[in-house]
């Protein structure tokens, strides 16, 4: 077994304790490759942001768990290397069974989310409060999910959003004994996130539902998925360079600002920065049609997601100067 101690990680405890005062959200960005990770470190730095590197499922399959044990070992000493070294915690995104969270804790995961949404209330209930009582062993963190969000992104797939109900989530918390909870407030997965047509708002974020949530369980952490705000420009950006994204729409970086400073402290943001590495790397493709070196596209798309990011953590979630 590798602690993620060893590895120079932290818990999400004491960050989201810090984030509720301060009235400013954990960035928690997704990453796949070494492009994607080198950007997230580089953006975090550059504006002193703790960070949560999430790890889906299919992630881990991707890049192999003994490669994601050395990639996040290089993030905490990369971040010492530019001379900013950022609280980093390494999460398990929508982790699906407790033998997954079990391997993750295992391999140096800091935290963990147990995803039993779509189960029953009473077997979400012991589906979580299982990893809990594992994962505390070892001073892991553990996110669980009460309601679902719609949309599609990697295993995560549901066609309708079932709101979470505030009348659920002491009697949840309180037998589970988890650390955060996820709650479904009209977010959704994928860049597809609504149906609106050319010049429509997509609908507003379902505050009196937080509120609510907040009113029941007060001082606990609270978590937004799927709250990527799809910008237009680089949506345009995409069909320009031959991409054919459509009727795209996400979640307004207003809205998400105004969670941010409430008892939501980790905003979770994955389809904004594949959008901006497709973007970067498809105008390279078609503005330089013979070029074939990896690095010189996949270097601009690490550019571009850094900028990404920067803008995120400075403009929406309010976390720079925080580490």
Not at 104 to 110: D, Q, R, V, Y
């Given at each position: 077994m590798i602690h993620y101690k060893e590895l120079g990680l932290v818990n999400s405890r004491e960050l989201f304790k810090k984030a509720m005062q301060g009235k400013y959200a954990i960035p928690a960005f997704n990453f796949n490759n070494m492009e994607q990770l080198q950007a997230i470190i580089t953006a975090c730095v550059e504006t002193k942001s703790p960070v949560i590197l999430q790890v889906s499922k299919g992630a881990r399959q991707y890049a192999n768990q003994?490669?994601?044990?050395?990639?996040?070992?290089?993030?905490?000493?990369?971040?010492?290397?530019?001379?900013?070294?950022?609280?980093?915690?390494?999460?398990?995104?929508?982790?699906?069974?407790?033998?997954?969270?079990?391997?993750?804790?295992?391999?140096?995961?800091?935290?963990?989310?147990?995803?039993?949404?779509?189960?029953?209330y009473e077997e979400n209930i012991l589906l979580t409060k299982k990893v809990v009582e594992y994962a505390h062993q070892f001073d892991v963190t553990v996110e669980a999910e009460l309601g679902v969000l719609a949309g599609i992104e990697d295993e995560i797939s549901s066609e309708h959003t079932h709101?979470?109900?505030?009348?659920?989530?002491?009697?949840?918390?309180?037998r589970t004994n988890v650390d955060s909870l996820a709650i479904s407030i009209g977010t959704s997965h994928g860049a597809f996130k609504f149906k609106t047509k050319a010049g429509e708002l997509p609908p507003p974020l379902r505050f009196d539902i937080l509120e609510e949530v907040e009113r029941r369980i007060p001082g606990f952490a609270i978590v937004l998925h799927g709250a990527s705000s799809v910008p237009q420009n680089i949506v345009a950006e995409i069909n320009k360079y031959g991409g054919k994204l459509e009727n795209t729409c996400g979640v307004s970086e207003e809205q998400l600002r105004k969670a941010a400073k409430s008892a939501v402290c980790k905003v979770n943001i994955d389809s904004d920065g594949r959008l901006a590495m497709t973007a970067a790397i498809r105008k390279v493709f078609?503005?330089?049609?013979?070029?074939?070196?990896?690095?010189?596209?996949?270097?601009?798309?690490?550019?571009?997601?850094?900028?990404?990011?920067?803008?995120?953590i400075l403009n929406v979630l309010g976390s720079n100067n925080r580490a």
């Open positions: 003994t490669m994601l044990q050395y990639m996040a070992k290089g993030a905490v000493e990369l971040s010492k290397e530019m001379g900013c070294a950022v609280p980093i915690v390494l999460h398990l995104d929508h982790g699906d069974s407790f033998e997954l969270a079990k391997s993750c804790i295992e391999t140096g995961f800091s935290s963990v989310m147990i995803d039993g949404s779509h189960l029953p709101y979470t109900k505030p009348e659920e989530v002491e009697d949840f918390v309180k078609i503005e330089k049609p013979s070029e074939f070196d990896p690095r010189k596209y996949l270097g601009p798309a690490r550019d571009a997601l850094t900028e990404l990011y920067k803008h995120k």
